[in-house]
């Protein structure tokens, strides 16, 4: 019993001491009843889990985490089932992109990002944008490049539009469609902490394009080491924001199959850049050498005239 | 007042309307692109004539000439047409998406009425065309286009901008402008044979 005359609270006094009164005295101030929830300290996460439950700070997590289960309620057919997937705001769509465009490491892009609230807006567009940008963009490229050769004669190259369009909406929906299936194939087979519904990888994708849009538009630009230096500038930021996302959903899995899945998914994004530069812009030393050649064999013609 | 316009219309009406009306119409609208303020009536009184106009005019002058066999041309009369129509149409769909409240067929009138400026600017294209070509010349041409392509936009804003939620305008203007930046820059590459 005297144990618990102890643990009996001691009586203050008055600690309200005025900066006036006691200058050396610190006092802090603890905010109110109405403080905002995200002050709440929680216990020291492990590195493993930190993906998993991530608190930013931002107001609308705990309102998004309860309406999520109320969501996407209306029949697939009725215009309303469609207009969840558009249900973002100005911000929003921002707050994507700029997450797209600087990965930090250990942070993954649909948990901080997406939250349960995928939306087709941001792939769409992104994608409309892209195949625009790289078809302008490698048809200025090439009028710079054949600008002073005689026999060239400039052609808006339409057709290419609509190949760019098939190339890049068709990786925007094919690769996630299969990743997809993969994933939940492996999820049958090892139980993985972290599992991504299909819109939401279509979602992550589609916003890791958007590195390519100012990329493509860099690319006008006709050296050679410029382009190769911009490729792995766009393939790292974009490559590091789907392998960020997608380790942490292959982690659990055999060794190789999830570093083989790594590497397929950054592989592919290598294919689509390059291939792209290759198609739409034309290599820029390559058309200046029939000129620089022909020119000794005239003037060696020319002297064995005279 | 909406579900009026939508009752009477040409297809509610029994008695042929009069042509004079249906182009003093057309016209009224034409002016209210040009000189583009807050006004109801190209969304009440919505009609795709004019649209339909200005695309037909739009897509023969930027057709490229049966003579040219290259494969990388300009666009034919058809891909014009569809662009325009399907880019009307995919931006009215995404603008009711997102939670705008104007109707589908307001949405596309208002689009294809704002075409206008940039048809104006391909009349003014090929008739710099028929002059010596060169680096002027382009420029003149690029000037143009400019010019007409921000008014384009002006014009479309403000007649679309209000029908937005306010968080959302900036997500439903974006696809208008890559819309006309794509005709615009089909105006600019025009190169005649």
């Known amino acids: 019993m005297a144990a618990v005359d102890d643990l009996q609270f001691e009586e203050f006094g008055n600690v309200t001491t005025t900066p006036a009164e006691n200058p050396d005295a610190t006092t802090i101030n603890i905010e109110g009843p109405d403080e905002s929830p995200m002050h709440q300290p929680g216990p020291p996460r492990g590195s493993g889990g930190e993906e998993d439950d991530e608190l930013l700070g931002n107001e609308d997590s705990d309102k998004t985490e309860l309406l999520a289960g109320q969501k996407k309620s209306s029949p697939f057919w009725t215009f309303e089932y469609y207009q969840t997937f558009f249900d973002v705001d100005t911000y929003q769509v921002f707050d994507r992109i700029k997450g797209s465009l600087l990965p930090i490491p250990g942070k993954n892009f649909v948990r901080l990002y997406i939250r349960s609230n995928p939306d087709l807006y941001g792939p769409f567009w992104i994608c409309a944008t892209l195949v625009f940008a790289i078809a302008i963009s490698g048809n200025l490229s090439n009028f710079l490049i054949h600008l002073g050769e005689r026999t060239y004669h400039y052609v808006p190259e339409f057709r290419k539009v609509s190949i760019a369009a098939t190339i890049i909406y068709a990786y925007a929906w094919l690769v996630p469609l299969a990743l997809w299936g993969f994933l939940v194939w492996r999820n049958s087979k090892v139980m993985n902490i972290v599992s991504y519904s299909f819109l939401e990888i279509v979602c992550v994708y589609g916003y890791s394009l958007f590195v390519y849009i100012p990329t493509a538009v860099l690319w006008i630009i006709p050296q050679k080491a410029v382009r190769w230096i911009l490729v792995m500038i766009a393939l790292g930021i974009s490559g590091s924001v789907l392998a960020m996302t997608f380790w942490p959903a292959v982690r659990e899995d055999n060794r190789r199959v999830a570093l083989a899945t790594i590497v397929a998914i950054v592989l592919l994004h290598t294919l689509l850049s390059v291939g792209c530069l290759a198609y739409f812009f034309d290599a820029p030393e390559m058309d200046h050498l029939p000129t620089v050649t022909a020119a000794p064999n005239q003037t060696f013609v020319a002297a064995k005239a005279s | ?193």
């Open chain 2, 1 to 193: 007042m909406a579900k009026a316009v939508e009752s009477s219309g040409e297809l509610g009406t029994t008695s042929p309307r009069p042509l004079m009306r249906d182009l003093k119409a057309v016209g009224k609208k034409f002016m209210h692109v040009l000189y583009p303020r807050k006004s109801n009536t190209l969304l009440r009184d919505w009609d795709l004539w004019g649209p339909l106009i200005l695309c037909v005019t739009l897509a023969l002058m930027l057709q490229r000439s049966s003579v040219d066999s290259e494969q990388d041309g300009g666009p034919q009369f058809a891909e014009v047409f569809v662009i325009i129509w399907f880019g009307a149409v995919t931006i009215t769909v995404n603008s009711k998406l997102l939670g705008g409240n104007i109707s589908f067929f307001q949405s596309l009138c208002v689009l294809g009425y704002c075409i206008l400026p940039l048809t104006v600017a391909m009349l003014v294209c090929r008739l710099v065309l028929l002059a010596e070509q060169g680096p002027i010349n382009f420029m003149v041409r690029l000037f143009v286009v400019i010019v007409m392509f921000a008014w384009s936009i002006v014009a479309s804003t403000a007649f679309l901008a209000d029908s937005q939620p306010p968080n959302r305008k900036a997500l439903a203007i974006y696809p208008v402008f890559l819309f006309y930046f794509v005709i615009s820059w089909m105006i600019l590459t025009f190169t005649p044979q």
